[in-house]
């Protein structure tokens, strides 16, 4: 057993999912269309015209995928639940629906496993979009609000952490900006604006529905994918000027989130495209948290610049800058170390998740069967050395979430990226263990860097 590099006794340790990416079978036991499944079904829009049908196919073989888990050591398995199974037209509900979560989650607690529960990830139903324009529409957050309820009543007896939504920039701005998510609109600024009011005022809705319906006592937060800053190097000038750039970049999602307003420079630079809100809507989206779950990929660096507007400057990423197996994805351990403690310095946070971390490689079977990912194995590993000294520094960094525990359905890029630390064929629905499988396993069972 090593003894250094360890990580507290109560470290969470787990694996991620969501529903649309590894379920398959949307339509069973009577569930709708999400606008993801309809996106899939626009010619052009999702690689090769790729589909969440089947993929792998966890809601045929989640024991199979549980039992991997307790393989794997996990302590806590990080799912999202599909709205349109429950509510299949958005507003009537599927008594069935919940069926299948209710066997997940059993069979998740008899082998040892906690679910935690994203209530939602970016599946909606296709119907939602239809009736009122989806989030750009409160009527879509009124909802979520019911779907939210029902949930929590069917099993805040047997689940105790739950996340309210996952990301908010990618189910409004990637869903009606640029457009590359569904339903892939480009629409105008104010609209934008008022979807990405929406997409808060969807996590207050929930944490409050979450909290009023529970059958016990819960803990619930966000998941967001805020940019991570990082100080070039760590001056105290840099550092300071990476703080501030952790609240000013996320001026329109987690800082009224965590502070209850917009702060007056944004609101100034949006001038008459603000969107509409109110007193009482800012007090249900910065209601507290019992913690911040936070999905870290990729760096944001950051310098001290006294002269600019908010006293630093991003520096973008030069060309040639190393990045795994997306183009966006540009390796950066340190975030992993300092979003924890920028949460922590700013607003005081006290528990924070790494619910997603990870990264697409170009996996390959090897003759003797074998997914040798020692590109992903080291893309891990230099994040559990950040989170350790985050851990060991006293930062409020309780648990790490890989992304993912399997390949699955990467959105617009369909199955031609491969996020999991298993492999699946997609023919067979096989499962194989990658390299970065058994490190994983490996870190979990001695607590520590390996
Ligand atoms: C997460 O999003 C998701 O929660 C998860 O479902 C997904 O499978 C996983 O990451 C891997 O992608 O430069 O315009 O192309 C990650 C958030 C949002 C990060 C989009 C990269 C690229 C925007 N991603 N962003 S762009």
Known sequence: MSTNNCFPKDFVWGAATASFQVEGF??????????????????GRVAFDHNGDI???????????????????????????AWPRIFPDGETLNPKGIDYYNRLIDELLDNGIEPWVTMYHWDNPWALEEKFGGWRSKETVKALEKYVAYVTDKISDRVTNFFTVNEIMCFTSLSYESGSHAPG??????????????????HGTALAAIRANARRPV??????????????????????????????????????????????????????????????????????MDFVGCNVYAPTYVIADADAMHGFREIPHPAGYPKMDMPWLFIGPDITYWAPRHLK???????????????????????????????????????????ERATAEGWPLKGYFVWSLMDNFEWSWGYTKRFGIVYVNYETLERTPKLSAKFYRETIKQNAVV
């Open 55 to 81: 993929g792998p196919g966890q809601f045929k073989k989640y024991k199979e995928d549980i039992q991997l888990m307790k393989w794997l050591g996990i302590k806590a398995y990080r799912f999202s639940i």
């Open 185 to 202: 609109l480009r629409l105008d600024r104010k609209t934008v604006a008022q979807t990405v009011h929406n997409g808060c005022l969807a």
């Open 219 to 288: 803990k619930v937060g966000i998941v967001e994918n805020m940019p991570v800053t990082v100080p070039a190097f760590a001056s105290e000038e840099n550092i300071v000027a990476a703080r501030n750039a952790f609240r000013v970049m996320s001026a329109s999602k987690l800082t009224p989130i965590m502070e209850g307003k917009y702060p007056d420079f944004w609101l100034e630079e949006m001038g008459n495209d603000v969107p509409e809100f109110d007193d009482a809507e800012m007090k249900l989206i910065s209601a507290p």
């Open 345 to 387: 310095e700013l607003w005081n946070v006290d528990a924070v998740y790494i619910t997603e971390n990870g990264c697409a490689a170009q996996d390959r079977m090897a003759p003797d069967g074998e997914v040798y990912d020692t590109d992903r194995t080291m893309y891990l590993r230099h994040h559990f050395m950040a989170a």
């Open 26 to 43: 949307t339509r069973e036991e009577g569930g709708g269309e999400s606008v993801w499944e309809r996106f899939c079904k626009m010619p």
